[in-house]
C-alpha cells in the first residue's frame, strides 16, 4: 500500500557527504514513521535514522550522531538523509523503510529497493 524510492547512493571518499532521498508514495497517510536502515557485506542490517511523519521526532543510531541528519518535506512525501564526514565504515546498502500507523516501531512492512553508498579511504 505504500511505496519507497531511494535515490542519491554513489562514491564517496573519505570526509565527502551524500543525500540520500526517500519518496513515498501510495497511500502514504498510512505512515506513522519514516526512516533509514543500512546493511554491510557480512554484517547485519542496522538502524540508521528514523522519523515521525506526523510529530517530527527525530532517532539516530549512535555511531551517526553529529554526521548524519533526517530531514522530511511532508509536501513531497519525501525524507533525506544528509551524510556528512563519511568514512569507509559507513558503506553499505541504505534502505529506506517505513512503519503503518499502529504497527509499532521501524522497521516497518514497507521497504524501498536500496541505494548502495561506498567510501573510499
Known amino acids: 500500500q505504500v511505496q519507497l524510492v531511494e535515490s542519491g547512493g554513489g562514491l564517496v571518499q573519505a570526509g565527502g557527504s551524500l543525500r540520500l532521498s526517500c519518496t513515498a508514495s501510495?497511500?502514504?497517510?498510512?505512515?506513522?514513521?519514516i526512516g533509514w536502515f543500512r546493511q554491510a557485506p557480512g554484517k547485519e542490517r542496522e538502524f540508521v535514522a528514523g522519523?515521525?511523519?506526523?510529530?517530527?521526532?527525530?532517532s539516530y543510531a549512535e555511531s551517526v550522531k553529529g554526521r548524519f541528519t533526517i530531514s522530511k518535506d511532508n509536501a513531497k512525501n519525501t525524507v533525506y538523509l544528509q551524510m556528512n564526514s563519511l568514512s569507509p565504515e559507513d558503506t553499505a546498502v541504505y534502505s529506506c523503510?517505513?512503519?503503518?500507523?499502529?504497527?509499532?516501531?521501524?522497521?516497518?512492512?514497507?521497504w524501498g529497493q536500496g541505494t548502495q553508498v561506498t567510501v573510499s579511504s
Open positions: 523503510n517505513a512503519a503503518q500507523i499502529g504497527s509499532g516501531p521501524l522497521p516497518g512492512d514497507y
Open positions: 501510495g497511500r502514504t497517510f498510512m505512515m506513522q514513521t
Open positions: 522519523i515521525m511523519w506526523s510529530l517530527g521526532s527525530i
